[in-house]
């Protein structure tokens, strides 16, 4: 089986990443992996506190060293929304899986996400930093690394799932 089978999910905080990527796994009959739950279980520290450890460089630079070190096949995995902030982790993800962005609309991100802070976001421009500012500059980052876009607005869990797997012709 080849290395390279891999389902990468990019988007923003609040997505459905993580929900949708274990109810796509089901479908597809693939392993699941979260990548925050592997940065916590090798930093042994939950991610928000992390990004007040090392800062918002810090967390990125560790991130990036566990994502462009991951190895899996046949698995959907579910990285962090900061995960495109790291080139050399993209263009390794790219190299064993294919990337999905799950695009959401502004609107409904905002519905979706209350307190950015809890849920361990890195904000580059610093805790100041607006969810409208933080969207405006990772949209144009995940456009950049997808080879497949999913509009995932109005959906449920499971229908964006199925949805993902028939882009990915499975």
Same mark, same amino acid.
């Given at each position: 089986m080849a290395a390279n089978d891999n389902i990468i999910l #990019?988007?923003?905080?609040?997505? !459905? &990443?993580?929900?949708? !990527? #274990? /109810?796509?796994? &089901?479908?597809?009959?693939?392993?699941? #992996?979260d990548a925050d739950l592997v940065i $916590? $279980?090798?930093?042994? &520290?939950?991610l928000q506190k992390l990004i007040d450890a090392c800062g918002p460089d810090g967390f990125i630079e560790v +991130?990036?060293?566990?994502?462009?070190?991951l190895e899996a096949e046949?698995? /959907?995995?579910?990285?962090g929304g900061s995960a495109v902030y790291s080139d050399e982790a993209m263009k390794h993800l790219a190299s064993i899986g294919r990337v999905v962005y799950l695009k959401i609309s502004y609107e409904?991100? /905002?519905?979706?996400?209350?307190?950015? $802070?809890?849920?361990?976001v890195v904000l580059k421009g610093g805790i100041g930093m607006s969810l409208r500012e933080l969207y405006d500059e990772r949209k144009p980052l995940? +456009? $950049?690394y997808a080879e497949v876009t999913v509009d995932v607005d109005d959906l449920s869990i499971t229908a964006a799932a199925r949805k993902v797997a028939d882009a990915l012709g499975a």
């Open positions: #990019i988007g923003m905080p609040g997505a !459905g &990443k993580s929900t949708l !990527g #274990i /109810v796509l796994a &089901k479908i597809m009959n693939y392993r699941f #992996i $916590q $279980q090798q930093c042994d &520290k939950t +991130e990036n060293e566990i994502l462009r070190d046949h698995s /959907v995995i579910a990285t409904q991100l /905002v519905g979706r996400l209350s307190d950015l $802070q809890e849920r361990g995940y +456009e $950049q």
